[in-house]
Nanobody
Framework: QVQLVESGGGLVQAGGSLRLSCAASGSIVSINAMGWYRQAPGKQRELVATGTSGGSTNYADSVKGRFTISRDNAKNTVYLQMNSLKPEDTAVYYC?????????????WGQGTQVTVSS
């Protein structure tokens, strides 16, 4: 059994910052990519940022220069530092991880954390 638990969402004014965390736990053998996606009301879920265990990162164009993804591989945790937040960043943010457990290799999702940016 593998779980992803997110924390750090909330309400912030435009221009402010938030830091999201996502910790993976359970029968983990190894973790490949970890990342963040978001879904705004009435829109499809979209990629925000991903990071590999080797340190490579990928960002959506809309967040480049404002968001930073990082990982603590020893803690099986991924972070998303969000700066210069805009109202259009308002969404439910989901953690995703490609994890090899003792049973299977598959993608896992967190429960989601709400980020609301007021203008």
């Amino acid at each position: 059994q593998v779980q992803l638990v997110e924390s750090g969402g909330g309400l912030v004014q435009a221009g402010g910052s938030l830091r999201l965390s996502c910790a993976a736990s359970g029968s983990i053998v190894s973790i490949n990519a970890m990342g963040w996606y978001r879904q705004a009301p009435g829109k499809q879920r979209e990629l925000v940022a991903t990071g590999t265990s080797g340190g490579s990162t990928n960002y959506a164009d809309s967040v480049k220069g404002r968001f930073t993804i990082s990982r603590d591989n020893a803690k099986n945790t991924v972070y998303l530092q969000m700066n210069s937040l805009k109202p259009e960043d308002t969404a439910v943010y989901y953690c995703n991880a490609n994890i090899r457990s003792i049973f299977v290799l598959r993608d896992y999702w967190g429960q989601g954390t709400q980020v609301t940016v007021s203008s």
